[in-house]
């Protein structure tokens, strides 16, 4: 079945506790990117990667990293939560940019608690 | 600064009537445009997509009109129906850029049965 896959979906934390989330499609897909949704503000971009070794800024990256060293996977890391970090994380996935390839793909959402 | 924006947070419609969601957007360069469904506890789903080279796009009950003059896009379902309860969200995009997609606040849609 093709998917999206997120890990943990849930996850309770404390400020300065660094943590990863993972993200896995099995797709082949090149683009991948992570949003977080917090309510008022719909979904907003903190990373996106086109392809492997390739990562930029969305639109919300402070305190966040990424890596993409293998096509299939794009973890999030939080070196140092913070309770503003609190939110609904989402990674997605599309074959690539292009006419063809702009629906996006969306794993199931990790929320994500910093106290 | 929100470049697109639908404010009607929520909307609820009888079922077998139509359902209108609206959406507006800031930025001239977005060029493709998509909606998306989500329900609780599962990721957003992609519905259906509009280019800016057209004015409609129909697929089954769902219809997408994107009116370029007014940044104006709207997601139209008839008939209604229960299943489609869910919260819709209205994107944008460019297409020769990144396919990163700017997302509205989203738009709760209550079917009545």
């Known amino acids: 079945e093709a998917q999206v896959t997120q890990n943990p979906r849930y996850l309770i934390t404390v400020t300065g506790k660094k943590l990863t989330v993972t993200c896995s499609q099995n797709m082949n897909h090149e683009y991948m990117s992570w949003y977080r949704q917090d309510p008022g503000l719909g979904l907003r971009q903190i990373y996106y990667s086109m392809n492997v070794e390739v990562t930029d800024k969305g639109d919300v990256p402070e305190g966040y990293k990424v890596s993409r060293k293998e096509k299939r996977n794009f973890p999030l890391i939080l070196e140092s939560p913070s309770p503003n970090q609190t939110s609904l994380y989402f990674c997605?996935?599309?074959?690539?940019?292009?006419?063809?390839?702009?629906?996006?793909?969306f794993g199931p959402g990790t929320r994500l608690t910093v106290t | 600064d929100q470049q697109v924006k639908q404010n009607s947070p929520s909307l609820s419609v009888q079922e077998g009537r139509i359902s209108i969601l609206n959406c507006d957007y800031t930025?001239?360069?977005?060029?493709?445009f998509l909606w998306y469904k989500k329900y609780p506890a599962e990721g957003p789903t992609f519905l259906i997509s509009?280019?800016?080279?057209?004015d409609k796009n129909e697929d089954g009950r769902f219809t997408v009109f994107l009116n370029k003059s007014a940044k104006h896009l709207s997601l139209h379902i008839v008939p209604s129906q229960p299943g489609d309860s869910a919260v819709y969200f209205c994107a944008a995009s460019v297409l020769t850029g990144a396919n990163n997609l700017f997302f509205g606040t989203g738009t709760r849609l209550t079917v009545i049965p």
């Open positions: 930025n001239s360069m977005f060029d493709y």
């Open positions: 509009i280019s800016s080279i057209k």
């Open positions: 997605a996935s599309s074959l690539s940019p292009g006419l063809a390839g702009y629906e996006q793909y």
